[in-house]
């Protein structure tokens, strides 16, 4: 099966830019994450969709962060403005409908994203 | 709140040896465990979780509610293993990783 897509791979910006990330699960995943990994750290969930609506974005700031997936399969985030501190690994991941119990998240390859 | 500890960030052994990647948690609920590997140049995936209680590619981790720890071993590793490991928690409908740790299996 086709795994999850990402675009772009690499992006460089200037702070106080604006920048857009495209998300495709894998066909059928209903939930969709996206990660912040910085450098030397884990991935951090920014927000989780379960088919178009948000279950979770908690740690997503929201004063600069949006995403959307507005048809339950394709999904983008966005950062405006970024800042310095934004520079990271943005990783999507997809799975099927946790059931109550343990699953596996398939992650896409991700974007770097380089703020200067 | 959930919490993930892996406590060394890089991790060297001859092939051959055994090898143990440490991994705490801190979770007020009834935890399940992941661990995550990425190789170089690929894509982050899943290597084992608690649950199914299976041995994938030689490793095993057992969960110790006492301890609150998963560590994962290998009684032998080989160099293919070399990669970056994160233990992962999910508390919540939510997956919070650990910081990683990079395993070199020297030849």
């Known amino acids: 099966e086709a795994g999850v897509a990402q675009s772009p791979r690499y992006k460089i910006i200037e702070k106080r830019q604006s920048v857009a990330f495209w998300c495709n699960p894998i066909?059928?995943?209903?939930?969709l994450y996206w990660y912040q990994q910085i450098l030397g750290q884990g991935p951090k969930l920014l927000i989780q969709?379960?088919?178009?609506?948000?279950?979770?974005d908690s740690q997503l700031p929201k004063d600069r962060f949006s995403a959307e997936r507005l048809k339950g399969v394709d999904s983008t985030l966005k950062i405006q403005p970024a800042k310095l501190e934004d520079s990271a690994v943005y990783l999507c991941a997809s799975s099927q409908p946790g059931g109550g119990g343990a699953y596996e998240q398939y992650f896409g390859p991700g974007t770097r994203l380089t703020v200067t | 709140a959930q919490r993930v500890t892996q406590p060394e960030k890089l991790l060297s052994v001859f092939k051959g040896a055994p090898v143990e990647l440490k991994c705490n948690y801190s979770y007020s609920g009834s935890p399940e465990l992941f661990w995550y590997v990425q190789y170089s140049r690929q894509r982050l995936q899943l290597l084992l979780r608690?649950?199914s209680r299976e041995s994938i590619k030689g490793f095993t981790a057992d969960l110790n509610k006492g301890e609150t720890s998963f560590h994962l071993k290998k009684p032998f590793a080989q160099e293919e293993d070399s990669a970056m490991y994160y233990c992962a928690l999910k508390g919540n409908y939510k997956l919070t990783f650990g910081k990683g740790t990079l395993l070199t299996v020297n030849p």
């Open positions: 608690h649950i």
């Open positions: 066909s059928g995943h209903a939930t």
């Open positions: 969709f379960q088919n178009n609506g948000v279950v979770d």
